[in-house]
């Protein structure tokens, strides 16, 4: 499972999307969408991935998912739009490990502000949690 973190705001972001839909179509693939543009919204996400050792700290940020573990990191949207690259990114990604590998091109300005709790973003986090098989408290 390949889940792509973005922001409407974002330009880069909706400018990989037809790369991302073609990924989606590949048999053994699954796309998932986390709109990360309102931080209000995506504080209890972002204290989800920081406990799976997952940094979201520029958009777009793919994050490949395998036996429910983060297994692999790409952002920035060069990267992204190589399709050689992206293949490879979700197809020939290593085991499982503790830190994810990171592939990208950028580096990222910032780490995200924490946000106050909101829990209109709760229903994204349940379908990442039941998709990828982690259990959410």
Known sequence: ?????????????????PALTR?????????LKANLGNPE???RLRTWLLSH??????????????????VRTMFGADQILKESTLHS?????????????VV???????TPKP????????SLVKQLTQRLGFAFP
């Open 89 to 101: 990114f979700a197809f020939d990604a290593p085991a499982a490990t503790e830190s994810p590998e």
């Open 23 to 31: 990924l989606d179509a590949k048999p053994g693939m699954r796309v």
């Open 53 to 70: 050792n997952v940094k979201i700290t520029a958009l777009p940020t793919l994050v490949l998912f395998r036996d429910g573990a983060p």
């Open 115 to 122: 946000v106050r709790r909101d829990e209109s973003n709760d």
């Open 104 to 110: 990208g091109s950028v580096k990222p300005s910032r």
């Open 41 to 43: 919204k995506s504080k």
């Open 1 to 17: 499972v390949v889940v792509d973190f973005a922001a409407d705001y974002c330009g880069p972001c909706k400018l990989v999307e």
